[in-house]
């Protein structure tokens, strides 16, 4: 137990601690009872918030004993942001997002043995109390000097839009359910991202007048690419763990194309590998970066870890067969719909011809392009040379009834897909 806390700082898990020392000793004497929260404020969670997850499983790992809340309570209100007041979803569909969410978390940890894992859910807690017993009992312990000091309510309060009473009292309900766990669980550290230090700090506060016991904080880093920009998002927006609304196959091209000087960095955040494995991988980035080993193995564990180890097989080989390199016809329709969804698209039927299908799809620069791909031996469709320039799409082309992957070269890539 006494080790996590130093292997969390060599991952880079660590931005602040309330008393490092004193949490170092209570990990020390454990074991720790802590949670981390997630507001269910859309469907499914991000990859941004498998940093949390996966620091839980790491001190679960290590002996404490996680609590994972998904606030039913918090999630009609949302946390406050930069750009300005959330929209405020129903209660049906908050108490529906709170369920899909508690799905994908379940899976990372354990929910049995001696430190077993136990979900939680503030409104339990909320929904009974009175606006008068809110105000009495909590709200009195909150100062409106140090609330207004909060690095985002202050950045809302000088905007445009400045900032309600609803979201500026969110981090009173957040150091509620700090207080409230301690209470039911004997909850004593919170963890959460550099961004909800704030927040955090509240329900220590809170511990603290309201109750006279210590309890601790501890954040993780804002995860940033090397160049200082935002981590991800990808071309179509976030990054979901939500197979509907991030493919599996687009899930693991994410990790496979980050480049050389992040992926050591994301080895240690998002992977279980220790640190001989991570070392041997940064020497192999920096001796043959071409072969792209690290980035393969941080798409390969990721994709594993979200969606399973099928799901990881049939994303590589759906990225091997669009190379020509396995069989197209051997993927399932979902892994295939997955592999072709950011490529060039054309719509298609059977009977059109396959060069004027390249050459709608802009994979050739024109229909005389297109017959002459075909002439020198350098037009596929589904991975078969096309060998006569008025050679035509088959019904048989549409793989499932609906694509067919053209292909002019070696690399260049496109999708007819029927109409």
């Known amino acids: 137990m006494t080790d996590v806390l130093d292997e969390l700082h060599w991952r880079g898990l660590v931005a602040q601690t309330t008393d490092e020392a004193a949490l170092r000793t209570a990990l020390s004497e454990g074991p720790v009872a802590y949670y981390?929260?997630?507001?269910?404020?859309?469907?499914?969670?991000?990859?941004?918030?498998?940093?949390?997850?996966?620091?839980?499983?790491?001190?679960?790992?290590?002996?404490n004993t996680p609590?994972?809340?998904v606030g039913g309570a918090t999630g009609l209100i949302g946390d406050p942001r930069d750009s300005g007041e959330r929209t405020l979803?129903?209660?049906?569909?908050?108490?529906?997002?709170?369920?899909?969410?508690?799905?994908?978390?379940?899976?990372?940890?354990?929910?049995?043995?001696?430190?077993?894992a136990t979900m939680v859910n503030n409104l339990d807690w909320t929904s009974p109390m009175s606006a008068i017993e809110f105000l009495r009992d909590v709200g009195k312990y909150f100062r409106m000097g140090t609330m207004l000091s909060k690095e985002i309510v202050a950045r809302?309060?000088?905007?445009?839009?400045?900032?309600?009473?609803?979201?500026?009292?969110?981090?009173?309900?957040?150091?509620?359910?700090?207080?409230?766990?301690?209470?039911?669980?004997?909850?004593?550290?919170?963890?959460?991202?550099?961004?909800?230090?704030?927040?955090?700090?509240?329900?220590?506060?809170?511990?603290?007048?309201?109750?006279?016991?210590?309890?601790?904080?501890?954040?993780?880093?804002?995860?940033?690419?090397?160049?200082?920009?935002?981590?991800?998002?990808?071309?179509?927006?976030?990054?979901?763990?939500?197979?509907?609304?991030?493919?599996?196959?687009?899930?693991?091209?994410?990790?496979?194309?980050?480049?050389?000087?992040?992926?050591?960095?994301y080895l240690k955040v998002f992977t279980f590998r220790g640190r001989e494995e991570i070392e041997a991988l940064e020497a192999e980035v920096a001796q043959r970066p071409f072969a792209r080993e690290a980035q393969k193995a941080l798409a390969g564990d990721v994709t594993t870890l979200v969606h399973g180890e099928a799901a990881t097989r049939a994303v590589i080989e759906a990225s091997q067969a669009l190379f020509g390199r396995g069989e197209l016809t051997g993927l399932d329709e979902r892994t295939l719909a997955g592999a072709v969804a950011e490529l060039p698209k054309v719509t298609a039927k059977a009977g059109d011809l396959v060069t004027d299908l390249l050459a709608g799809s802009g994979i050739v620069a024109s229909k005389t392009e297109a017959r002459r791909a075909v002439k020198e031996g350098g037009a596929y469709v589904n991975n078969v040379k096309v060998t006569a320039e008025d050679a035509v799409l088959s019904t048989e082309d549409l793989l499932h009834g609906r694509f067919a992957v053209l292909r002019r070269g070696k690399k260049t890539l496109a999708v007819a897909a029927a109409e």
């Open 156 to 265: 809302r309060l000088n905007s445009e839009e400045g900032i309600s009473y609803t979201e500026f009292s969110y981090q009173v309900l957040q150091g509620m359910d700090f207080r409230e766990l301690n209470h039911r669980h004997g909850i004593t550290l919170q963890i959460g991202g550099s961004d909800q230090w704030g927040n955090l700090l509240s329900g220590v506060e809170l511990i603290r007048k309201a109750e006279g016991v210590t309890a601790h904080a501890l954040t993780t880093p804002l995860i940033t690419k090397a160049d200082g920009t935002k981590f991800g998002k990808s071309e179509g927006g976030s990054v979901w763990l939500d197979p509907e609304m991030t493919s599996p196959y687009a899930f693991y091209q994410f990790w496979l194309n980050q480049a050389d000087a992040d992926v050591v960095n």
């Open 89 to 116: 979803n129903s209660p049906e569909v908050v108490a529906s997002w709170v369920s899909r969410i508690r799905a994908q978390i379940e899976p990372f940890l354990v929910f049995d043995g001696d430190n077993a």
């Open 36 to 63: 981390v929260g997630f507001d269910p404020t859309a469907p499914s969670l991000h990859i941004g918030n498998l940093v949390q997850i996966l620091t839980a499983r790491r001190l679960q790992d290590a002996g």
């Open 67 to 69: 609590y994972l809340l």
